[in-house]
Structure formats: C-alpha cells, structure tokens
C-alpha cells in the first residue's frame, strides 16, 4: 500500500490556474492507477481525474475537461493535476487517490471511489470570483 500526501492547493482568482502534487511513498508507485477526487462544502466527494499506471490513459469528469490535465512520473513516485482556467465551483478540498489495479477499464471504472486502496489527507483549493 502506498502512503499520499498532497500540495499546492491555495487561493486564486476566477480564471487562474494551480498545479496540485501527490507524493507517493512505496517501492511499487508505478504499478498504481492514480486519481484525484474532490469534496466541496455540503457536498458528497466526486471524481475529477484518472490515469493509468503508464500515464497512456487519462479520463477526465466533464465539467474539467479541457482546463485540467493529470499526469504522473513514476521514478518520482508523483502525479500531478494542473489545473487552468479555474472557476468558483472548482472549490474544494482536492484528495489523490491510488489503486493496486494499474490499468483503467472504461470512465465508469475510473470514477469508482470503492476500487481506490490508499488516500491523502487533501489540499484545499479555493477560487475567488
């Protein structure tokens, strides 16, 4: 199992953008599917992103597509979401997330938060209007 820990969440205005990391300890990182996963106040946690253990497939929910971007490099044990052109509703506390079954099925599959075995503790974005 591995361990996550998260940063770069913080402060920004409407239309900026903000790089988030996830730090992976263990020896078998690239073995991992990797996801990030968000909860705004009041409301259930929700998928945002997933990649495959080769950075080769990437699923995205539809309300980021096209500012955000996950990638991942395995010899820093590390995945990444950048996110651009952010919006107020992009608000919440952003968790990374990995799974010991390395290759991603279809979007359905990648979006099940029950398949994912590790958790970080969350970084908290917040974008100002």
């Known amino acids: 199992q591995v361990q996550l820990v998260e940063s770069g969440g913080g402060l920004v205005q409407a239309g900026g953008s903000l790089r988030l990391s996830c730090a992976a300890s263990g020896r078998t990182f690239s073995h991992y599917a990797m996801g990030w996963f968000r909860q705004a106040p009041g409301k259930e946690r929700e998928f945002v992103a997933a990649i495959d253990w080769s950075g080769a497939t990437t699923y995205y929910t539809d309300s980021v597509k096209g500012r955000f971007t996950i990638s991942r490099h395995n010899a820093e044990k590390s995945v990444y979401l950048q996110m651009n052109s952010l919006k107020p509703e992009d608000t919440a506390v952003y968790y990374c997330?990995?799974?010991?079954?390395?290759?991603?099925?279809?979007?359905?599959?990648?979006?099940?938060?029950?398949?994912?075995?590790?958790w970080g503790q969350g970084t908290q974005v917040t974008v100002s209007s």
């Open positions: 997330a990995a799974r010991r079954q390395g290759w991603l099925l279809s979007y359905s599959d990648s979006m099940t938060q029950a398949s994912f075995n590790s």
